[in-house]
């Protein structure tokens, strides 16, 4: 049987809404109607408890709270309840419009009659997770990671093409922070980490998802062998290249042109006699960045202190602490604009021609020793990591991350997680966060629940004409092509839909959201609208079911009203919509549709607010060869901070 | 270069005209025609491209929303019911106007045209067979206007009082080249324009031999085989060289008189028996071009 019921709030909600008329109106949708006064209390649980039974299927009027639907879940399935907000969503969005609220509640109930006889039941999705952690890589961040994981109780490998030492590591981090903050750093690391599993190799295969990844190494020992993994962290480092001015300014030429490096080595066994001039160029070329531009200053300082004269020629140096600037100035290193433009070595020294363009100036330095600054760039072998393992590069050869702001620590591939310098060049406090951040993100993918339940996309290979759309778009991995057929790694979904939007024969379809059931609902919305409002016009929101949702029902909680014409219809991400369900809603006459998303940056489903906004400009495009009004059509973010946006975006025009 | 690009080289080497019409593919001729596309079904998928040898296909980032707007969807309805709903939708959602072409954005896989190359297709099917969503079909016609681009017409030639024709002949070596020997035998007076040369069989001539003789100021080409049905390599099957032949002549005709060489050859047949109508075919065709003038490649050449 298919029953109603409907909740008062507590006979607040029986002002705003006509509940004897919209239960007349029902009558023929449902077998049953019933209006409580609390749901939501203990004998109005109990009272949906009495009520019923595993034969029905229910739709509930009431509010957001998602206590109501307990009492059910023993007794009936998922996919035989459906929920209508009609407080949040109707009256108290509009509270002065007793009769227009009514026939919108009217509208949403038949709709959600109709939704919950297309819903399928949800599927049990089994991680098998490997316990096991490989750390590729064992500078700072490596052993951050380690130690972290190995608190928490899980097993690690680190791997490192060589053996490494304390030296080693302090050596290799000298760009991120000052020689005793390292060394002490790395006692304790080490020490922490001594019951970490080391081995020199490489990796040189990989195949795999996440939670069972199988890494094909080849040792220094000359040994081949293959370990079995569920996440793998990447924690390489990065070396210190010399700059794209090198060879003009003689590196390599004359043994007065030197590294930064270099010349921190030098500082450090320098005897109180031997003392230099010494001029530090920067090239204006290579983008400093903040953690470089310390790096420099702390270099300069440590000389100038050892009694050289310390000239640095730059255009701009960052830093993120301004100490180490005044330290610097402090300590008598004296800054001068511009660019070197020319080195000559001679017996006197190496004579080199700063311009300074800004004051039209040039001045010559005749200097014992010339320093380059170097870039930070990373290590020779992560672009071969990156190939074997199918991660993607930016520019300057960094790993870079499936979406920088959700999840700083995840690569485009699930299961395998970046920490440090690997990303970019990295201060040591942002270094050791990160690779933290890593090491919770791997002990959350251990820990989380082995079964997951959901509506996932489900392929009909008969249709699909392995176009592969789907593969390119989805943004977890979660779909790959195995012997020429699309496959689905449920492990990897996140259950966003994105696929399906994409897909242009649909021979992917999400579970309950089939484009057959889309289309009954914005059918019948549509009628019962003319039913209940005769011509009045109406919109439909394809609301994302994170931050739209919310920001809607926050419009509910603070009264921000809208016109009542105004139907919300719930998409797990607003990357699902695609053309179709926008060209259907105006078929079927509504006047505008606004797809809501997460604000940019803040898609749950990673590419979503993104995808949404494509889809939407090219359903506009679209439109507009047809002779539509493009405007019809809208995609926007809302987030729960901005509860007026709903307000905003629906004003009817005109 | 390959030897559908050597071909069309050749062709456009011995153009004096800018054809105007395509050219009707007569039946038996293969290797030639027009890969008709209708956008509205096609997945983008790219199994066409994948599937076409010599690069005819390219994906081109657009929707072509004409074709999706006269459309008309089959009793049965499109194999993909999504793109079926996406032409109805639109189709209904349609107001005045002219529609256009539009581009789909960068990051949205699933959308696309199918580009299609005239001058690189071979007319070998296969991405009609690759193709799951029948977005594809073979027309027989040949777009000439599109291969052969525009023809400055060649410099005129001042026709000499003692100008004779000069006729290339393929003979096949069965039936006709008896029937050439035989109108010697019987003292026969032909024209002496003509150069035989002996192949196998008719259906053994290449365009390519066609097209190379006109390309080097042949003023015609005559073709003479067995008697219809009589072919010694396929006697009376309808894939007998002679007969395969005549299609693919009557095709060559029709393009040489796209581009300006009209008249110039002929297919023709003469029995072992038969060295009096040999000797007329040859007396025939050659009165022909003697009417037609010398070929106009000749002062293209003469430029050259
Ligand atoms: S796009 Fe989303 S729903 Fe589809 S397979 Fe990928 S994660 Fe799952
Ligand atoms: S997008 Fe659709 S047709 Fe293309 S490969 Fe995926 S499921 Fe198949
Ligand atoms: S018919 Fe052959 S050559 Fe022409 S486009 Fe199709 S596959 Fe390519
Ligand atoms: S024409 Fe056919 S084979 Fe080619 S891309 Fe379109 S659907 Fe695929």
């Given at each position: 049987?298919?029953?109603?019921f409907l909740c008062?709030c507590n006979?607040?909600l029986?002002?705003?809404?006509?509940?004897?008329?919209?239960?007349?109106?029902?009558?023929?949708?449902?077998?049953?109607?019933?209006?409580h006064?609390a749901l939501c209390l203990k004998e109005g649980l109990a009272f949906l408890e009495?009520?019923v039974?595993?034969?029905?299927?229910v739709v509930i009027g009431a509010c957001t709270s998602q206590i109501i639907g307990m009492p059910m879940s023993e007794k009936l399935k998922t996919e035989s309840v459906s929920f209508v907000p009609l407080r949040e969503h109707v009256a108290w969005?509009?509270?002065?419009?007793?009769?227009?609220?009514?026939?919108?509640?009217?509208?949403l109930?038949?709709?959600a009659?109709?939704r919950v006889?297309?819903m399928?039941?949800p599927?049990?999705?089994?991680?098998?997770?490997?316990?096991?952690?490989?750390?590729?890589?064992?500078?700072?961040?490596?052993?951050?990671?380690?130690?972290?994981?190995?608190?928490?109780?899980?097993?690690?490998?680190?791997?490192?093409?060589?053996?490494?030492?304390?030296?080693?590591?302090?050596?290799?981090?000298?760009?991120?922070?000052?020689?005793?903050?390292?060394?002490?750093?790395?006692?304790?690391?080490?020490?922490?980490?001594?019951?970490?599993?080391?081995?020199?190799?490489?990796?040189?295969?990989?195949?795999?998802?996440?939670?069972?990844?199988?890494?094909?190494?080849?040792?220094?020992?000359?040994?081949?062998?293959?370990?079995?993994?569920?996440?793998?962290?990447?924690?390489?480092?990065?070396?210190?290249?010399?700059?794209?001015?090198?060879?003009?300014?003689?590196?390599?030429?004359?043994?007065?042109?030197?590294?930064?490096?270099?010349?921190?080595?030098?500082?450090?066994?320098?005897?109180?006699?031997?003392?230099?001039?010494?001029?530090?160029?920067?090239?204006?070329?290579?983008?400093?960045?903040?953690?470089?531009?310390?790096?420099?200053?702390?270099?300069?300082?440590?000389?100038?202190?050892?009694?050289?004269?310390?000239?640095?020629?730059?255009?701009?140096?960052?830093?993120?602490?301004?100490?180490?600037?005044?330290?610097?100035?402090?300590?008598?290193?004296?800054?001068?604009?511009?660019?070197?433009?020319?080195?000559?070595?001679?017996?006197?020294?190496?004579?080199?021609?700063?311009?300074?363009?800004?004051?039209?100036?040039?001045?010559?330095?005749?200097?014992?020793?010339?320093?380059?600054?170097?870039?930070?760039?990373?290590?020779?072998?992560?672009?071969?990591?990156?190939?074997?393992?199918?991660?993607?590069?930016?520019?300057?050869?960094?790993?870079?991350?499936?979406?920088?702001?959700?999840?700083?620590?995840?690569?485009?591939?699930?299961?395998?997680?970046?920490?440090?310098?690997?990303?970019?060049?990295?201060?040591?406090?942002?270094?050791?966060?990160?690779?933290?951040?890593?090491?919770?993100?791997?002990?959350?993918?251990?820990?989380?629940t082995?079964?997951r339940k959901g509506w996932?996309?489900?392929?009909?290979?008969?249709?699909?004409?392995?176009?592969?759309?789907?593969?390119?778009?989805?943004?977890?991995?979660?779909?790959?092509?195995?012997?020429?057929?699309?496959?689905?790694?449920?492990?990897?979904?996140?259950f966003?839909?994105?696929?399906?939007?994409?897909?242009?024969?649909?021979?992917?379809?999400?579970?309950s959201?089939?484009?057959?059931?889309?289309?009954?609902?914005?059918?019948?919305?549509?009628?019962?609208?003319?039913?209940?409002?005769?011509?009045?016009?109406?919109?439909?929101?394809?609301a994302c079911s994170e931050c739209a949702n919310a920001s809607i029902d926050l419009a509910g909680f603070?009264?921000?009203?809208?016109?009542?014409?105004?139907?919300v219809?719930q998409?797990p991400?607003?990357?699902?919509?695609?053309?179709?369900?926008?060209?259907?809603?105006?078929?079927?006459?509504?006047?505008?549709?606004?797809?809501?998303?997460?604000?940019?940056?803040?898609?749950h489903?990673?590419?979503?607010?993104?995808?949404?906004?494509?889809?939407?400009?090219?359903?506009?495009?679209?439109?507009?060869?047809?002779?539509?009004?493009?405007?019809?059509?809208?995609?926007?973010?809302?987030?729960a901070?901005?509860?007026?946006?709903?307000?905003?975006?629906?004003?009817?025009?005109? | 270069?390959?030897?559908?690009?050597?071909?069309?080289?050749?062709?456009?080497?011995?153009?004096?005209?800018?054809?105007?019409?395509?050219?009707?593919?007569?039946?038996?001729?293969?290797?030639?025609?027009?890969?008709?596309?209708?956008?509205?079904?096609?997945?983008?998928?790219?199994?066409?491209?994948?599937?076409?040898?010599?690069?005819?296909?390219?994906?081109?980032?657009?929707?072509?929303?004409?074709?999706?707007?006269?459309?008309?969807?089959?009793?049965?309805?499109?194999?993909?019911?999504?793109?079926?709903?996406?032409?109805?939708?639109?189709?209904?959602?349609?107001?005045?106007?002219?529609?256009?072409?539009?581009?789909?954005?960068?990051?949205?896989?699933?959308?696309?045209?199918?580009?299609?190359?005239?001058?690189?297709?071979?007319?070998?099917?296969?991405?009609?067979?690759?193709?799951?969503?029948?977005?594809?079909?073979?027309?027989?016609?040949?777009?000439?206007?599109?291969?052969?681009?525009?023809?400055?017409?060649?410099?005129?030639?001042?026709?000499?009082?003692?100008?004779?024709?000069?006729?290339?002949?393929?003979?096949?070596?069965?039936?006709?080249?008896?029937?050439?020997?035989?109108?010697?035998?019987?003292?026969?007076?032909?024209?002496?324009?003509?150069?035989?040369?002996?192949?196998?069989?008719?259906?053994?001539?290449?365009?390519?031999?066609?097209?190379?003789?006109?390309?080097?100021?042949?003023?015609?080409?005559?073709?003479?085989?067995?008697?219809?049905?009589?072919?010694?390599?396929?006697?009376?099957?309808?894939?007998?060289?002679?007969?395969?032949?005549?299609?693919?002549?009557?095709?060559?005709?029709?393009?040489?008189?796209?581009?300006?060489?009209?008249?110039?050859?002929?297919?023709?047949?003469?029995?072992?028996?038969?060295?009096?109508?040999?000797?007329?075919?040859?007396?025939?065709?050659?009165?022909?071009?003697?009417?037609?003038?010398?070929?106009?490649?000749?002062?293209?050449?003469?430029?050259?």
């Amino acid at each position: 049987m298919k029953k109603l019921f409907l909740c008062t709030c507590n006979k607040t909600l029986d002002k705003k809404l006509d509940f004897l008329r919209i239960e007349k109106e029902l009558k023929g949708v449902f077998d049953s109607v019933q209006i409580h006064d609390a749901l939501c209390l203990k004998e109005g649980l109990a009272f949906l408890e009495s009520e019923v039974s595993n034969e029905d299927s229910v739709v509930i009027g009431a509010c957001t709270s998602q206590i109501i639907g307990m009492p059910m879940s023993e007794k009936l399935k998922t996919e035989s309840v459906s929920f209508v907000p009609l407080r949040e969503h109707v009256a108290w969005v509009h509270s002065n419009d007793l009769k227009g609220a009514s026939n919108k509640a009217v509208v949403l109930l038949c709709d959600a009659a109709i939704r919950v006889d297309h819903m399928d039941s949800p599927t049990v999705v089994e991680n098998h997770m490997e316990k096991e952690v490989l750390i590729v890589g064992g500078g700072m961040c490596g052993l951050k990671v380690a130690a972290d994981l190995l608190h928490l109780g899980i097993d690690v490998t680190i791997l490192e093409p060589c053996p490494w030492d304390d030296t080693a590591y302090v050596e290799a981090g000298q760009f991120m922070a000052d020689k005793n903050t390292l060394t002490k750093m790395v006692k304790e690391l080490v020490s922490a980490t001594a019951s970490a599993t080391t081995i020199c190799c490489t990796i040189t295969g990989l195949e795999g998802r996440a939670g069972k990844y199988g890494v094909s190494l080849a040792c220094l020992d000359g040994k081949v062998s293959t370990i079995d993994c569920g996440s793998i962290v990447i924690a390489t480092n990065v070396e210190q290249k010399p700059p794209p001015m090198a060879k003009k300014l003689l590196y390599g030429k004359s043994d007065r042109t030197i590294l930064l490096g270099n010349l921190a080595t030098l500082v450090e066994k320098q005897g109180p006699k031997d003392v230099r001039t010494v001029l530090v160029a920067v090239d204006p070329t290579h983008h400093l960045s903040a953690v470089e531009g310390g790096y420099l200053l702390r270099v300069v300082t440590e000389a100038a202190k050892k009694g050289n004269t310390v000239i640095v020629a730059h255009s701009n140096i960052r830093t993120d602490d301004e100490n180490i600037y005044r330290a610097a100035r402090e300590s008598g290193v004296i800054f001068v604009r511009g660019t070197l433009e020319k080195a000559k070595d001679t017996k006197d020294g190496m004579v080199c021609r700063l311009e300074n363009t800004l004051e039209s100036q040039i001045r010559e330095f005749v200097v014992d020793l010339l320093v380059l600054q170097t870039m930070t760039r990373p290590r020779g072998d992560t672009a071969e990591l990156a190939r074997i393992a199918g991660l993607s590069l930016d520019e300057d050869g960094f790993i870079t991350t499936r979406y920088s702001k959700n999840k700083p620590v995840q690569t485009s591939k699930r299961g395998i997680y970046i920490a440090g310098n690997g990303k970019m060049p990295m201060s040591i406090d942002d270094a050791i966060a990160s690779a933290g951040n890593a090491a919770l993100e791997v002990f959350k993918d251990i820990r989380t629940t082995t079964r997951r339940k959901g509506w996932i996309p489900i392929i009909d290979e008969e249709q699909c004409d392995v176009c592969e759309a789907c593969i390119e778009a989805c943004p977890n991995d979660a779909l790959r092509l195995v012997d020429g057929k699309v496959t689905h790694i449920s492990q990897h979904c996140e259950f966003c839909g994105i696929c399906v939007s994409v897909c242009p024969t649909r021979a992917i379809e999400f579970q309950s959201h089939s484009k057959e059931s889309w289309f009954a609902r914005l059918e019948a919305l549509a009628e019962n609208h003319k039913k209940m409002e005769g011509e009045k016009p109406f919109t439909f929101v394809y609301a994302c079911s994170e931050c739209a949702n919310a920001s809607i029902d926050l419009a509910g909680f603070t009264g921000k009203g809208y016109p009542t014409g105004t139907y919300v219809i719930q998409f797990p991400c607003a990357g699902m919509v695609s053309p179709i369900e926008i060209l259907k809603g105006l078929a079927v006459g509504a006047e505008r549709i606004v797809v809501a998303h997460c604000p940019p940056g803040g898609c749950h489903h990673q590419t979503g607010d993104h995808m949404a906004e494509l889809v939407v400009k090219f359903t506009q495009d679209m439109l507009r060869s047809i002779g539509q009004d493009p405007e019809r059509v809208k995609a926007t973010y809302m987030i729960a901070a901005l509860p007026n946006k709903m307000q905003e975006e629906v004003a009817h025009r005109g | 270069m390959d030897k559908r690009d050597q071909l069309i080289q050749k062709l456009r080497n011995i153009a004096v005209k800018t054809p105007e019409n395509d050219v009707e593919v007569p039946e038996k001729v293969e290797g030639f025609g027009t890969i008709e596309y209708g956008a509205q079904t096609c997945s983008a998928c790219k199994k066409c491209i994948l599937a076409c040898e010599p690069a005819a296909l390219d994906m081109d980032p657009t929707m072509n929303l004409p074709d999706y707007l006269k459309a008309t969807i089959p009793h049965d309805g499109f194999r993909s019911k999504n793109r079926e709903s996406l032409v109805t939708l639109l189709q209904g959602l349609r107001e005045e106007g002219n529609v256009v072409a539009i581009s789909v954005p960068d990051g949205l896989p699933g959308y696309g045209s199918i580009a299609w190359a005239a001058d690189r297709c071979i007319a070998c099917d296969k991405c009609i067979e690759a193709c799951l969503e029948d977005c594809l079909t073979l027309e027989k016609t040949y777009k000439l206007p599109e291969i052969i681009g525009e023809v400055k017409p060649p410099p005129s030639i001042t026709v000499s009082k003692d100008w004779e024709p000069f006729i290339l002949c393929f003979v096949c070596w069965e039936c006709s080249h008896a029937a050439a020997d035989l109108a010697g035998l019987m003292h026969l007076h032909y024209p002496t324009n003509i150069r035989t040369i002996r192949i196998p069989c008719l259906g053994a001539v290449e365009p390519m031999h066609i097209m190379t003789a006109l390309e080097n100021g042949v003023d015609g080409v005559l073709l003479t085989g067995c008697l219809l049905s009589e072919c010694h390599y396929g006697g009376d099957s309808p894939k007998a060289g002679n007969f395969m032949q005549y299609d693919f002549v009557k095709f060559w005709m029709d393009v040489l008189e796209e581009i300006g060489m009209g008249g110039r050859i002929h297919i023709d047949s003469a029995s072992a028996a038969m060295g009096i109508k040999f000797a007329d075919i040859v007396k025939e065709f050659t009165e022909k071009i003697q009417n037609l003038g010398p070929s106009p490649i000749r002062g293209k050449l003469e430029v050259r």
